[in-house]
């Protein structure tokens, strides 16, 4: 499998949307990819891209493009020019429910399944079920340590909150503080606990934040935001 760069992409209509490869998900050799905070859905879309350019004439690759197009399609009324659209949250969620089980059921013991599993686990969150959003996360967790797995251990510790969870998730946030990944690095890591600390502890989420605002970039403006929201001390 070819390596993608942004320069294979810069015709794509979508390219100034993602803005980073993502080899991880096809199981290439990591690059040193910070996302910080950045949305999981440039994830997402990057990596639907990916494996409809390089393999589309593959079956498992262009089921899992598909699911991604329809997580990430537009709701509206509006015609958007070729985008997939949904008139409602709820029709686009079961549809990508559908799809992404579908490529579990068919393609069980790839790659693909594992990220279908992960973005199952998101999508059950969204519609707030957080049974069945863990269920389908920790599947995932449980295998071997990489960047798939980081995601969604995030995205457990969220789960976590919304159940009233907040020792567990302050758990996967050391963690992955711990044990960084390409797609949860320590900042982003550090960033969700101050997140979490923001209503819990706010004198440690304001000792962690003010740690995290000396670093350059995007890190700092996120740790600033969060800070401001915290007031005065």
Known sequence: MDRITRKSLKDDRFAAEVGHSVEYLAGHRSQTLRWGGAGLAVVALAAGIFFYRQHRQTGVHRALYKALETHHAIV?????????????????????????????????????????????????????KPAEAQKQLEQVVAEKQDNVVALARLALADVHLAQGKGDEARKIYEFLIKNPTDTVSESRAQLAMARYLQKNNPAEARQLLNDLIKRPGSVSAAAGMILRDLGPQ
């Open 76 to 128: 509206t009324d509006e015609d958007r020019g070729g985008r997939v659209t949904f008139k409602t949250e709820a029709e686009k969620n079961n549809k990508a429910l559908r799809e992404f089980e579908a490529l579990v059921k068919d393609f069980p013991r790839t790659n693909e399944a594992r990220i279908a599993r992960y973005y199952l686990g998101l999508v059950y969150r969204d519609m707030d």
